[in-house]
């Protein structure tokens, strides 16, 4: 049986393929099903990652651009 523990597994074994780590993977009520943090070492990478995901046509994705205080320091100087 395909479940959703064994979706999230390949897509996990996918996120690691391409280069990129998962942070953790959560089953939520509200405006999402689920929500997965990933984290990868560029735009480039996280592109490639969402169009995986969204080429099978079941999952809608939202992308959030996270800056660590680092980065916005920078940003500010």
């Not at 393929?17 to 939520?28: D, F, H, L, Q």
């Amino acid at each position: 049986m395909n479940t959703l523990p064994d979706r999230v597994e390949a897509v996990e074994k996918r996120v690691t393929e391409v280069g990129a780590k998962t942070i953790g993977t959560w089953v939520t009520m509200g405006r999402f099903d689920q929500i997965v943090v990933t984290e990868a070492p560029d735009d480039k990478t996280a592109a490639k990652l969402l169009m995986i995901v969204a080429g099978r046509g079941n999952a809608v994705t939202e992308t959030l651009r996270g800056f660590t205080m680092d980065e916005v320091r920078q940003l500010l100087s």
